[in-house]
């Protein structure tokens, strides 16, 4: 039986595979090897010189991470309250909806989303803000409103038996309970929105992918190096910005 | 315990503030208050150009409420037949390259050189979005599915083998201690000890990974490695919005319904 | 005064957890109610406070028919009964402080609580409470800093500083070791008779019930089987109640000195922790 089902998967895969290349051109394939040294001995030696102008859009980048990210909570923890099944007022309907904003936010990358901005609120830094803000209301209220669920119901009995109001026993029962979880979401989801807002760039929405744009369109390797190299360097900050902050939630 | 009425008791009560050293705390505000200044007063935004474009979020909303799904129906479908043949070949691929790479990244039962090579591999390719990688492979390999297939392997394997050797080394010692004391090799370790602890977990990750290798497949076409991606570029390009919103149903009914079947999946596995 | 009249409790399972229990508990009495896991102990102390809604019947706290009252009755009923709990229930990422002045939130407005801003005779309260239960170190504490005894102190004086009519103690010492336990029913024995204060307190540890009160009602299934002083828990009682056992050792026990080998058998129930494995998982899926 499980033979069979292994079997199943090979199988399927082979097909996959056949309809995945049916329409490649094997020449290019074999071509790669020689394409791929062709470009990396194109993008050396990197041009360093590039990088005064990469400071702004640098700064825009981490602007859109932030500031999306910002803007996001503000969305963000409605919706998680409004999921969670021990404080939506209602399970039958209002909890889909929520999911359901929840679920669209997460199906749709932010480059996706970033192209749909664009289009219509025009190119630059703010269409990043929100296509980032946007992708990220679903993240952060997934993990919200799994946190508020796992809440320990002891608590809030307790501080509902000494006769508080709702509002009271949110804050005093349920926030400080999934603070920690909060935080902790919060500066995780940052830390790939900087990741995320590098590209965005890609199709206009401001920050280091659009001089990566440019510099493709223009085929100046060495430029691109500059800017791989500074996107890791950004990645690499960030990852270590958000490990120390959630060590010292923890 | 002593009883003391004679002694007044305190009648205010602030809360310790989460930061102890004043001076810390208020430089801490201080900066964040400055930077969120700095950083708001620095996007430009043409209003008048918001304003025009406004239309175009009212046709977009159109679009939602009654998605085209039939004037581009045959590029959908040339689309999402890349985009999820792309998932199925890449995940499986991704896994399978993953599974020797974790273990290699697992400090507990890899030799340190081994150790080395597997954990820059990961950081490697942890640390490029799948959109930069996408345009290196295409540059390689021309446009198509293929560099996208090659893409999201890639990316599968930074992903995989990290949460894997991670799992590998919280397992719990003591049943690879009792298998270790029947005098047994590296290689019966892995598969008697490892192996049944860390099997779900993977079968778990490799799910997620599916469901993530497929909404990566929607935006790679943006950078020419084929699938759903192209279609939906396209469709941006040409002000097509009513078709633009049938593929973004599509993808959220895809995404929703592997949600489903990978918690099914996981349930039955576990 | 606390009166309760054919009280009963059906869960939507249609498990019948209570039937038909009535008893009056007067000022100042401090009752303890014991009986089997599964009698309906938990239950018939929070069908007092409605935190569980009883099924028929009526519950008096003085002149206020706490059954009949709506949302915001309640919460001036609830206020005026002071609750003690198993796992003592504190907010454990609040500081002890807080966690005592929550005691205050039936009495002041959302925003007052909100910032922390409670009046200052609720604060001299909540310090001389603290200092009541020999706590006057601590009050800066996060309650999960504490120990167990400490936490069931201060879990003490959060119902105090309701300045309550009437206590309800749900199994205050199950998490706690003997002594410790001993030195917890003693305070709250003690600071009933300061104040005049009725309470009932769920106990499972019947020594520990005889030691320390006047009364005891036992629960068997829903019904209230006995109603009397502790002397008069016999073999045929507690036989009655709990089932058949060899009694002697628990009776001969009432000579409250020789108790420390009564092994107490609460502990801590383990809070199910998320794995550091299983977290990653879910913070990864959604990457």
């Not at chain 1, 005064?52 to 998680?80: H, K, S």
């Not at chain 2, 049944?196 to 076409?221: A, K, T």
């Not at chain 3, 002890?96 to 929550?102: D, G, I, P, W």
């Not at chain 3, 020789?258 to 092994?263: G, I, Q």
Request: charged content about 20%; overall charge negative.
């Amino acid at each position: 039986m499980l033979w069979l089902g292994w079997l199943a998967l090979i199988a399927f895969f082979v097909f996959c595979w056949q309809v995945m290349t049916q329409n490649t051109i094997w020449a290019f394939v074999s071509d790669a090897p020689s394409q791929a040294g062709d470009i990396g001995s194109r993008m050396f030696p990197p041009r360093w010189s590039y990088i005064p102008q990469l400071l702004e859009p640098l700064w825009d980048t981490m602007n859109i991470a932030t500031l999306g990210t910002l803007l996001a909570l503000f969305m963000a923890i409605p919706v998680a309250f409004l999921a969670a099944r021990n404080t939506t007022p209602s399970v039958r309907f209002i909890r889909p909806i929520a999911l359901l904003i929840i679920v669209s936010s997460r199906s749709i990358n932010s480059l996706i989303w970033a192209l749909l901005l664009v289009a219509i609120i025009g190119p630059g830094v703010l269409a990043g803000i929100v296509a980032i803000a946007f992708r990220s209301i679903g993240f952060i209220a997934k993990l919200l409103y799994e946190a508020i669920e796992e809440i320990d119901a002891s608590q809030v009995e307790a501080v509902a038996a000494t006769g508080a109001t709702k509002a009271q026993i949110m804050d005093y029962a349920v926030v400080p309970q999934i603070l920690p979880a909060f935080a902790g979401i919060t500066v995780f989801r940052w830390d790939i929105n900087i990741r995320e807002s590098t590209v965005l760039g890609l199709v206009g929405a401001g920050g280091l992918g659009l001089r990566l744009q440019e510099s493709l369109n223009v085929l100046a390797w060495p430029q691109v190096t500059v800017i791989f190299m500074l996107i890791l360097i950004t990645v690499l900050f960030s990852e270590w910005i958000s490990a120390k902050v959630r060590h010292a939630i923890i | 315990m002593t009883m003391s009425p004679d002694v007044p008791f305190r009648e205010t009560w602030s809360r310790p503030p989460f930061i102890k050293r004043a001076w810390l705390r208020w430089t801490l505000y201080g900066g964040a208050l400055l930077y969120l200044a700095l950083a708001i007063g620095s996007i430009e935004v043409n209003w008048t150009r918001v304003w025009d474009g406004l239309d175009r979020g009212v046709r977009f909303i159109e679009g939602f409420l009654v998605p085209d799904f039939t004037s581009r129906w045959e590029d959908i479908l040339v689309g999402m037949e890349e985009s999820l043949t792309m998932t199925v070949t890449s995940t499986v691929v991704g896994v399978l390259i993953s599974i020797p790479i974790g273990i290699g990244a697992a400090r507990n039962i890899a030799p340190l050189p081994v150790y080395a090579v597997c954990r820059a591999i990961v950081a490697l390719s942890r640390s490029f979005q799948e959109i930069i990688v996408a345009i290196l492979f295409v540059a390689m390999f021309g446009f198509g599915p293929l560099a996208g297939f090659m893409t999201l392997s890639f990316a599968t394997i930074g992903f995989l083998a990290k949460l894997l050797a991670e799992d590998i080394e919280d397992i719990d010692e003591s049943q690879a201690e009792a298998i270790r004391a029947t005098g047994a090799g590296w290689w019966q370790i892995v598969t008697y000890a490892i192996q049944p602890q860390v099997m779900p977990r993977l079968v778990g990750l490799s799910l997620y990974r599916l469901d993530i290798n497929f909404r990566e497949s929607s935006v790679i076409g943006i950078v020419g490695a084929g699938g759903i991606g192209a279609t939906l570029n396209t469709a941006m390009d040409r002000y097509e919005y009513d078709s633009a919103a049938a593929i973004l149903i599509i993808i959220i009914l895809i995404v929703m319904a592997a949600e489903y079947l990978s918690g099914f999946v996981r349930k039955w596995v576990q | 005064m606390l009166r309760l009249t054919n009280l009963s409790k059906v869960y939507a399972t249609g498990d019948r957890a209570l039937t038909d229990v009535s008893f009056t508990v007067e000022p100042g009495q401090v009752v303890g109610l014991i009986g089997p896991s599964g009698a309906g102990k938990s239950t018939l102390i929070r069908c007092i406070n409605r935190l569980v809604e009883p099924t028929s019947g009526q519950v008096h706290l003085g002149d206020m028919e706490i059954t009949g009252m709506r949302r915001h009755g309640l919460r001036r009923a609830r206020r005026r009964i002071g609750m003690i709990f198993q796992e003592y229930a504190l907010v454990e990422r609040l500081t002890v402080m807080e966690n005592v002045l929550s005691g205050q939130l039936g009495y002041v407005g959302f925003w007052r609580s909100f910032f922390r801003k409670f009046p200052p005779e609720a604060v001299a309260n909540a310090y001389r409470l603290l200092d009541r239960v020999g706590l006057s170190a601590h009050v800066d504490k996060r309650a999960d800093a504490l120990s167990g005894g400490q936490r069931q102190r201060v879990g003490i004086a959060r119902a105090l500083a309701q300045n309550p009519d009437l206590l309800l103690i749900d199994e205050p010492t199950a998490s706690l070791d003997p002594k410790t336990s001993r030195q917890i029913m003693r305070l709250i024995v003690e600071i009933c008779d300061e104040r005049g204060l009725p309470a009932i307190i769920n106990i499972h540890d019947v020594a520990l019930a005889q030691q320390f009160v006047r009364r005891i009602i036992g629960l068997q299934s829903g019904h209230v089987v006995f109603d009397g002083s502790p002397d008069g828990l016999d073999a045929e009682v507690l036989t009655k109640i709990y089932g058949e056992e060899d009694w002697s050792a628990t009776i001969r026990k009432t000579d409250d000195d020789v108790d420390e080998d009564l092994a107490d058998e609460g502990e801590p129930a383990g809070v199910v922790q998320e794995t550091e494995a299983a977290r990653r998982e879910r913070m990864a899926g959604l990457t």
